[in-house]
């Protein structure tokens, strides 16, 4: 079952409640987005933590309802 973009917002948004998070769904299938989430939280941080604490987030749903996330990260 594919996820829809507002979905991983939303779960990202709750991890994060200071995030700016755009979502863009690649291929059109509901299964390939890049999302881009920039937090005060991630300051300070190494990108691998960064991403560890986003896909965190998505509650395992990675590689199940969601198959792929091209991430990028940032302190604002």
Do not use: W
Not at 16 to 23: C, N, Q
């Amino acid at each position: 079952m594919a996820m829809q973009s507002e979905a991983i917002e939303a779960l990202i948004q709750a991890a994060l409640p200071d995030a700016k998070v755009t979502i863009t769904d690649l291929a059109g299938d509901g299964d390939h987005y890049a999302a881009t989430v920039v937090s005060e939280a991630f300051r300070g941080l190494p990108r691998v933590r960064q991403h560890q604490i986003v896909y965190a987030a998505l509650q395992g749903r990675m590689g199940g309802e969601l198959h792929a996330l091209a991430l990028t990260t940032a302190a604002p």
